[in-house]
């Protein structure tokens, strides 16, 4: 045998495992994300930062005052006051506290990202300020250190705005904590396009792919938006001094269990529901951005994602063009032929299946919103090809340059514990 039928064959064989391990992942979430998770024992404190007012505002923030959970703390936090957040939060307070499980609500007001050093380069127009972590970071530190002084507080828990989470969301993200190889705890999120433009239901897709990949395996990755932590742990592998100096919340918390030989537990209850719509220019720039982050803080979970990508296209596009040549050069129905063949028709078939098993997981786990997500369930698994390339296409975007902007302000990473803020507003920052 020439040695293309050996890589074609490898090629086939790494296609079946990755749909094996998918599917895997897809039994995994639909046994899990019905289950019942009564313990509540351990006293949680919740954080919520907030930025501005994102879509469904009122709908997202009313679901973590409706946790069935019976010992729980519910703190908001802000950069300051002027935030239209802040006087948001303080309204839904006086309509939702009374109703509320939660032992305590507070609103907190952080204040801004403090700055260690100013460009005094009267040349340049906008202004450079150097701060060692994100003002997310600034703010989830804030509460750390009024939380660190409740003695009784056992699990950290932190949340997004811009997710809506069902009631027995907090007690699926604390359940797997009771185990000690277990460090930390994890959901996700899925985009529900408020409205179907093409760019809306695109994001939904390349994001439903990352998903995907999510399961029981020690593969996993926190993501900030959902996630929690025991405190002692959070102490043990020093978060507390990690977070001080980094961007990424979630996988600096990743590195940092991993480290220490624990692993991350993924919670298919939580996969929150996010309403959004975007633009193709929002799109492009939120999804640069998470490859760029990946790239600094993670970087072999972003050559593996641009492994994958390349992988999955080449199998597809180059195999079904290697395909046409055989079918010029040998005989049809050949052998040679038919190996050449198999390529492209197993990546399609694999590629088609993966796109169905993760639209029918998620149509089971966020039931409520199966009528608003049909036209996103549709266009991802007929244009499963077409989302592929534009995955690509952030990965490669994501290989130049440093700077990203998040919620208005833009950052430079330098490194994993090194971030500049660049800020063109010199009254965002103190």
Known sequence: MELYYYIALAAILLQLLFLLQTYKNHRYALDKYEKKRSWHKLRTALIVPCKGLEPDFQKNISSFYNQDYENYLLWFVVADKSDPAYNELRKLKDQLSQYSKARDIQILIAGHIKNSKESNNTAEKEKIYYSDCSQKIHNLLYCYERINEDEDVEVLAFADSDICVRQDWLSHLV????????????????????KNNLASLALSAVNAKVAQLLGNTRFNRAWGGSMAIRKDVFQQIGLDKIWHKVLSDDLSLTYAVKKAGLKVAFCPACLAASYESTTWRELFEFGRRQFLITRIYARGTWWFGLFSSLYSISGLWAG?????????????????????????????????????????????????????????????????????????AFIISSAFGRTIRWRGIRYKLLSPTETIVIDESINRVN
């Open 175 to 194: 359940w797997p904590l009771r185990h000690s190889n277990v460090g930390a705890s994890s959901g996700y999120r899925w985009f529900i396009p408020k």
């Open 320 to 392: 079904a063009a290697l395909a046409f040549y055989a079918a010029h050069k040998f005989l049809a129905f050949s052998f040679e032929f038919l190996v050449i063949l198999a390529v492209p028709v197993v990546f399609f078939a694999g590629q088609l299946v993966r796109a169905i098993l993760r639209q029918r997981m998620i149509s089971k786990l966020l039931k409520k919103d199966l009528p608003q997500m049909k036209t996103a369930i549709i266009a991802d698994i007929l244009a499963f090809w077409a989302w592929s390339l534009l995955m690509l």
